[in-house]
C-alpha cells in the first residue's frame, strides 16, 4: 500500500507562532489527503479534505483561517497552524486516499504539536 | 456524528480468537463498513472493510448481520501486537470516501 510520511514527527513552539506540518506521500500520486487532529485518549477528529490544486473542504467548526491548509502537488500537503495557543495542542495526522487495492486510506505516523 | 456504537473496551487472551462488536443500525444502502485500528501514537492502519458479504484477508474476517445493522470484526488468533484501538467507522461514498471515526473499542491481549 502508499506509504505516507509527516514532518516533523513533533514540535514544540511558543503561543502566538505559525507551525507548518507535511505530509508526503512517498510512492503514490494522491489527489486527495485527510487531515485529522487527535486529543489524549480521545478518537480523531477529521478537520479537513485537502484536494490537489484545489481548495480544502473544511469540516464544520473547523476555521480555515487558523488551519491553513496547502495541496499544491500530488505528494505534498501541508497544514499550518497559525497564530497556535496551547488549546491547539495536540497529535495531527493526515491520510491519502487510493494507492492501495481496496481504495483504502493511509495514514501518516502524525505529527505532535506542543504549543507552550 | 460517528454513527456507530462499540464497546470501549475488551480484553483478550493471546492465541485465542477475538470478536469485536460494531452497530451501524441507521447505515444506508450504500455505505461500506471499515475497520481500522491504531497503535499508540501511531497513526491508523486499515484492518479490513465490506458492503453486505462477509470478507477475510490476512489480517481478519469481517461478519456482516444480514441486515447490515451491526458487524462483528473477528482476529482469530489473537497476538500481543494485536493490543490497540479499533475503529468501526461507516465511510460516506461518494468519490471522496471520508471517515468519521467513533470512539473505538480498545483491545487489551493479555500473555
Request: proline share 5%; glycine share 8%; with cysteine.
Given at each position: 500500500?502508499?506509504?505516507?510520511?509527516?514532518?516533523?514527527?513533533?514540535?514544540?513552539?511558543?503561543?502566538?507562532?505559525?507551525?507548518?506540518i507535511?505530509?508526503?506521500?512517498?510512492?503514490?500520486?494522491?489527489?486527495?489527503?485527510?487531515?485529522?487532529?487527535?486529543?489524549?485518549?480521545?478518537?480523531?477528529?477529521?478537520?479537513?479534505t485537502?484536494?490537489?490544486?484545489?481548495?480544502?473542504?473544511?469540516?464544520?467548526?473547523?476555521?480555515?483561517?487558523?488551519f491553513?491548509?496547502?495541496?499544491?502537488?500530488?505528494?505534498?500537503?501541508?497544514?499550518?497552524?497559525?497564530?497556535?495557543?496551547?488549546e491547539?495542542?495536540?497529535?495531527?495526522?493526515?491520510?491519502?486516499?487510493?494507492?492501495?487495492?481496496y481504495?483504502?486510506?493511509?495514514?501518516?505516523?502524525?505529527?505532535?504539536?506542543?504549543?507552550? | 456524528d460517528?454513527?456507530?456504537?462499540?464497546?470501549?473496551?475488551?480484553?483478550?487472551?493471546?492465541?485465542?480468537?477475538?470478536?469485536?462488536?460494531?452497530?451501524?443500525?441507521?447505515?444506508?444502502?450504500?455505505?461500506?463498513i471499515?475497520?481500522?485500528?491504531?497503535?499508540?501514537?501511531?497513526?491508523?492502519?486499515?484492518?479490513?472493510?465490506?458492503?453486505?458479504s462477509?470478507?477475510?484477508?490476512?489480517?481478519?474476517?469481517?461478519?456482516?448481520?444480514?441486515?447490515?445493522?451491526?458487524?462483528?470484526?473477528?482476529?482469530?488468533?489473537?497476538?500481543?501486537?494485536?493490543?490497540?484501538?479499533?475503529?468501526?467507522?461507516?465511510?460516506?461514498?461518494?468519490?471522496?470516501?471520508?471517515?468519521?471515526?467513533?470512539?473505538?473499542?480498545?483491545?487489551?491481549?493479555?500473555?
Open positions: 500500500g502508499a506509504v505516507v510520511s509527516q514532518h516533523p514527527s513533533r514540535v514544540i513552539c511558543k503561543s502566538g507562532t505559525s507551525v507548518k507535511e505530509c508526503r506521500s512517498l510512492d503514490f500520486q494522491a489527489t486527495t489527503m485527510f487531515w485529522y487532529r487527535q486529543f489524549p485518549k480521545k478518537s480523531l477528529m477529521l478537520m479537513a485537502s484536494n490537489e490544486g484545489s481548495k480544502a473542504t473544511y469540516e464544520q467548526g473547523v476555521e480555515k483561517d487558523k491553513l491548509i496547502n495541496h499544491a502537488s500530488l505528494t505534498l500537503s501541508t497544514l499550518t497552524v497559525t497564530s497556535a495557543h496551547p491547539d495542542s495536540s497529535f495531527y495526522i493526515c491520510s491519502t486516499q487510493g494507492g492501495g487495492r481504495n483504502e486510506q493511509f495514514f501518516g505516523p502524525g505529527t505532535r504539536l506542543t504549543v507552550l | 460517528a454513527k456507530t456504537t462499540q464497546p470501549n473496551s475488551m480484553e483478550s487472551n493471546e492465541e485465542e480468537p477475538v470478536h469485536l462488536p460494531c452497530n451501524h443500525s441507521t447505515i444506508s444502502g450504500t455505505d461500506y471499515h475497520w481500522y485500528r491504531q497503535l499508540p501514537s501511531q497513526g491508523p492502519e486499515y484492518v479490513i472493510h465490506g458492503l453486505t462477509n470478507v477475510n484477508n490476512r489480517m481478519a474476517s469481517l461478519a456482516i448481520a444480514e441486515d447490515r445493522k451491526s458487524s462483528t470484526l473477528i482476529l482469530h488468533r489473537a497476538t500481543l501486537r494485536d493490543a490497540a484501538v479499533y475503529y468501526c467507522i461507516r465511510s460516506y461514498g461518494g468519490a471522496t470516501n471520508k471517515l468519521i471515526f467513533g470512539t473505538g473499542t480498545l483491545l487489551a491481549v493479555q500473555p
